[in-house]
DNA sequence: CTAAGTGATATATATCTCTATATCACTAGG
DNA sequence: CCTAGTGATATAGAGATATATATCACTTAG
C-alpha cells in the first residue's frame, strides 16, 4: 500500500486517504483481514498529524470499510458494505462525467477515453497486458 | 444551467461549483461569452451565502475559465486556458481510477463501465453518437 | 438622473480541517 | 513483569470554509 497525500489538492487529506484504501480494497490490493498500517507510521511515511490519519480511519470503519481493534491494529473488514443500488448508479453517473468532461476539456474525444480507462484497469487489477476474453474472478 | 451543490459531500461547496461550471464549459453546455448568473442570484438559488458563490467565480476566473465585468456580470472566456500536457494526462488517470475503483467496489465489471461511459457521453453532449439499434435510454 | 442589478470589499462569527502535544488503555513479544 | 507498539482520548491553536450583514462602485434600463 503506497499511499501519498497532496496538501494542495481538492480533497481535504483525510478524504484523501479514505478514497486511496477504498480504491486499494475495490482493486483488490487490499483484502479482507489485511492489516492496514497504524496511524502512527502512516502519518510519519505521509509527514502528517497522526490524528488526520485517525481520522480517516475513522470514518472509514464508521462506513464499514476496515475495523480498529486496540492494542492491535486496524485491518479490513471481513464482510464489506454494500452500497444501496441508486446512489451507486448516481456516483458512478458522477465519476463518469467527470472523467469525460475533463477529457473533452482537454480536447480529447471518447475512443480516447476508452484506452485510458483500459490502461488505468490494467494497472488497477494488476492483469498483463492482454484482455483476456475470460474472466475469473472470485469476490 | 441547473447547478446543485451537496453539502454534506466529499467537495466543498465552492469547489462543487466550480467542477459544475468547468464540466458545463467542457460540455459545451457553457459556451464562451455566455453570461453566468450573478454570484447573488445562484447564491438564492442554492441557498448559501453569496460569498461562497463569489469565492468559486473568483477561483474560476483566476484560473483563466470566466471573467467578472464589475456592473455588467461574470462571462466564460473567450480563449479557455491550456492545461499542461503532463498534468492533464495525470487528471484524467486519476478520474478513471476512481471510476474503476467504484465500479469494482459495486461488483461491476470493465464492461459495464464501458456501457455507462457511453451513456454519460450521449447525456453531456446530447449526440446520439451511434447508431445503435438496443437500448434507447431516455434517463 | 434614478433605480435596479451587478461585482468588490469589509467585518464578525461558527464550523471544519489540520497540526502539535500529551496521556491513557490494551496487546503482544521478550 | 516489562517494554514497545497499537488504538482512544483530550486540549490548544492555526488556517480554510461557510455564514450573515453591510457598504461601496459600476453598468444598464427607464
Redesign the interface.
Known amino acids: 500500500m503506497d499511499i501519498f497525500v497532496n496538501p494542495s489538492g481538492?480533497?481535504s487529506l483525510y478524504?484523501q486517504i479514505m478514497?486511496q484504501i477504498?480504491?486499494a480494497?475495490?482493486?483488490?490490493r487490499l483484502k479482507p483481514g489485511d492489516k492496514l498500517a497504524s496511524h502512527r507510521e502512516l502519518s510519519e511515511h505521509l509527514v502528517i498529524a497522526p490524528l488526520t490519519v485517525k481520522k480517516a480511519y475513522d470514518e472509514l470503519e464508521a462506513l464499514g470499510y476496515i475495523e480498529t481493534q486496540r492494542g492491535r491494529g486496524t485491518f479490513v473488514c471481513a464482510r464489506?458494505p454494500r452500497?444501496n443500488r441508486a446512489d451507486?448508479d448516481e456516483?458512478?453517473?458522477e465519476?463518469?462525467?467527470?472523467?469525460?468532461?475533463?477529457?473533452?476539456?482537454?480536447g480529447?474525444q471518447?475512443p480516447a477515453?476508452?484506452k485510458?480507462?483500459?490502461?488505468?484497469?490494467r494497472?488497477?487489477t494488476g492483469n498483463p497486458t492482454d484482455p483476456a476474453p475470460q474472466?475469473q474472478?472470485k469476490?
Open positions: 481538492e480533497l478524504r478514497r477504498t480504491d480494497i475495490a482493486g483488490g464489506l452500497t451507486r456516483q458512478l453517473r465519476n463518469a462525467r467527470r472523467l469525460l468532461s475533463q477529457a473533452y476539456l482537454a480529447l471518447l477515453v476508452l485510458i480507462l483500459e490502461e488505468t484497469d494497472e488497477l474472466d474472478k469476490r
